[in-house]
């Protein structure tokens, strides 16, 4: 009995010291990306490329067809999935013609709207941090739906599904 009882006591300090902390995983696992109004935007790729088990990176390139774009809205939403993809949290619109008319707007807003818009191989390492560090969300399957709205018509639709383990 006492050998049963120090081994256990061992294993329970070997275990606290070696994990202390638990660290969470944020994965991305699919992106989805749709034009609702060809005329005006056409997506010419849309992916997320997993180069191995640890690195994947999204790649996406819009044409826009009507430059410059001078009223657009971004509307936001996350989802979690329970028995389907249902509301969580947040769900909020976005001004981007409030920006750019700020005082002093950003160089790189004004001329994201002016061009084609490219994101070429990002990857989310940073996002990770943000979800498991700064921000904790509790474990789940969520989705990440935008909404591209361009004078007050719904233009394109992106959808980023990922894990949090």
Wanted: overall charge positive; some cysteine.
């Amino acid at each position: 009995m006492a050998i049963k009882l120090n081994f256990y006591v061992a294993f329970m300090f070997l275990f606290t010291y070696y994990f202390r902390e638990v660290d969470s995983l944020v994965e991305f696992t699919n992106v989805q990306c749709e034009s609702l109004d060809k005329d005006f935007a056409l997506f010419e790729y849309c992916f997320l490329k997993s180069v191995n088990r640890t690195y994947k990176y999204v790649s996406i390139k819009v044409n826009l067809l009507k430059t410059p774009i001078t009223k657009i809205k971004i509307r936001f939403g996350l989802y979690k999935r329970l028995n389907g993809y249902k509301p969580f949290l947040y769900n909020m619109t976005f001004d981007a013609c409030r920006f750019l008319n700020s005082p002093n707007p950003n160089p790189v807003a004004l001329y994201l709207f002016q061009h084609d818009i490219v994101l070429d191989k990002m990857p989310y390492h940073s996002v990770n941090n943000m979800l498991t560090k700064i921000l904790p969300f509790p474990e789940g399957k969520y989705m990440i739906e935008g909404h591209w709205i361009a004078y007050d018509i719904d233009r394109a639709i992106t959808k980023f599904y990922w894990t949090l383990t």
